[in-house]
């Protein structure tokens, strides 16, 4: 079955450039989740989409945004990258519409700001 | 962690013992999902449980739910090797007109050794 795909799986970036993360969703797969963890940390809700439209957002810094497309996949956009945005980033897509609320996750980007 | 704390934050057993590992939330929830990560890689899903459920099983999982004390616990019968992991608890964050994002718990680490 096809799962979450996320690429680039491995990014690396100096302080102040800008990165783009992006997520194809389960087809069919209505909603679209961000998750970042950081090391050893548990992983914390960033923003999600909701039929294109953004339906909840966490702590996500306002150097992020991130945008849903018409195809469904969805960019995470990060600018003016700090040391500390080193982390795991994670999407994960869900049948909300249809009730069904478990969320499956992709494999991550690994994201390494130096 | 912004919901609560895993029980214990690290455990080692033998193959073939069981494995228990526990969970508290703060908040009212929906459901609460049980994730599994393998070093630095994705989250898998492992249980869904329900707020009006007090018992779920699938294969060698069993989850329990009691929403009176806001604690779950995930039992791993009959530990393998492979299940070598980190396990996560998250709930629901849904209120009204939002859609479910996950709160995670800080994970409890598992290693079974052969």
């Known amino acids: 079955a096809a799962g979450v795909i996320q690429s680039p799986r491995h990014l690396i970036k100096e302080k102040r450039e800008t990165a783009t993360l992006k997520c194809y969703p389960i087809?069919?797969?209505?909603?679209v989740y961000w998750y970042q963890q950081g090391p050893g940390q548990d992983p914390q809700f960033l923003i999600s989409f909701y039929e294109k439209m953004q339906s909840d957002k966490g702590s996500i810094p306002d150097r992020f945004s991130a945008q849903q497309f018409s195809d469904y996949h969805s960019e995470l956009n990060m600018s003016s990258l700090e040391l500390g945005d080193s982390a795991l980033y994670f999407c994960?897509?869900?049948?909300?519409?249809?009730?069904?609320?478990?969320?499956?996750f992709g494999p991550g980007t690994r994201l390494l700001v130096l | 962690s912004q919901q609560g704390e895993e029980d214990p934050q690290a455990l080692s057993i033998q193959e073939g013992e069981n494995a228990t590992m526990n969970c508290s939330y703060k908040?009212?929830?929906?459901?609460l999902q049980w994730y599994r990560q393998n070093s630095g890689r994705g989250l898998v899903h492992l249980i869904l449980i329900r707020s009006n459920e007090r018992e779920k099983h699938s294969g060698r999982l069993r989850v329990t739910l009691d929403t009176s004390k806001k604690s779950s616990s995930l039992l791993i019968t009959a530990s393998r090797a492979a299940d070598t992991a980190s396990y996560f608890c998250a709930t629901d964050g849904k209120r009204s007109g939002n859609t479910g994002k996950l709160i995670f718990g800080q994970g409890t680490t598992l290693q079974v050794k052969p």
């Open positions: 908040t009212s929830i929906n459901n």
């Open positions: 087809p069919r797969h209505d909603t």
């Open positions: 994960a897509s869900s049948l909300e519409g249809q009730g069904q609320e478990t969320q499956y």
